[in-house]
């Protein structure tokens, strides 16, 4: 099991520029979840999918961020037009079926910053 | 509502002694309680869960948690702490039927030789 996989781990970009985040899903989890981390606030959830379908994405912070999850192995974060607080390292997870007692699997994360 | 407090944001210890990272919960019906760790660089690892049954709960790497429910607390342990332990760890909460788990916002752990 390779775990969850995340692409690029490291991207530097220009203010205004567009932004997308990849993740590969460990096979057969249901669950997908977008997370940023910052010194300032932490882990926080963006959004999270459930058979592909959105379910709550009221932690996306603006207009600026979309998620899309087109099959159950691939989902994408994206960022449009990009600002320089955007500035974090963003984890994705998945999750097996919607059991309270499953753990989360989170991939290595990608470094963003936007300068 | 669902919340996790980690009350101390850097926790040092000499390596040998025993190690404590605290947490305390608040949610409402039976709570689901996990641990996971952080090294540099790398996502969240999965350390250990409480569901039901034994307050004390063993986990990866030696850890263990014991679980208090008139403290709502579920503090990590280890009687032993290596150099390797450095990391930063989260306390997340699940229960009250939401699927979503609450996190700390992480202490970090420093194992000096």
């Known amino acids: 099991d390779a775990g969850v996989i995340q692409s690029p781990r490291h991207e530097v970009t220009e203010m205004g520029q567009e932004v997308t985040l990849r993740c590969k899903p460990i096979s057969g989890h249901d669950y997908l979840f977008w997370y940023r981390q910052t010194m300032m606030r932490?882990?926080?959830l963006l959004i999270y999918f459930n058979n592909n379908v959105p379910i709550d994405d009221s932690g996306m912070p603006e207009d600026r961020f979309s998620a899309k999850m087109p099959n159950a192995s691939f989902s994408t974060l994206k960022i449009q037009p990009s600002e320089p607080r955007d500035s974090a390292v963003y984890f994705c997870a998945s999750s097996l079926t919607p059991k309270e007692s499953s753990p989360l699997h989170f991939g290595n994360g990608t470094r963003l910053t936007v300068t | 509502a669902q919340s996790v407090a980690q009350p101390e944001d850097q926790v040092k210890v000499a390596e040998g002694n025993p190690l404590t990272v605290k947490?305390?919960?608040?949610?409402?019906?039976?709570p689901y309680l996990f641990w996971y760790v952080q090294y540099p660089n790398r996502g969240l690892q999965?350390?250990?869960?409480?569901?039901?049954?034994?307050?004390?709960v063993k986990g990866s790497y030696g850890f263990e948690a014991?679980?208090?429910?008139s403290q709502t607390s579920f503090h990590l342990k280890k009687p032993s702490a290596l150099?390797?332990?450095?990391?930063?760890?989260?306390?997340?909460?699940?229960?009250?039927?939401?699927?979503?788990?609450?996190?700390?916002?992480?202490?970090?752990l420093i194992v000096h030789p």
């Open chain 2, 23 to 30: 947490c305390t919960y608040s949610v409402s019906g039976n």
């Open chain 1, 42 to 44: 932490g882990l926080e």
């Open chain 2, 66 to 69: 014991e679980f208090n429910k």
């Open chain 2, 83 to 108: 150099v390797s332990d450095s990391a930063l760890y989260f306390c997340a909460v699940r229960g009250g039927g939401s699927y979503i788990p609450t996190f700390g916002r992480g202490t970090s």
């Open chain 2, 46 to 56: 999965f350390l250990l869960k409480y569901i039901t049954g034994d307050n004390l």
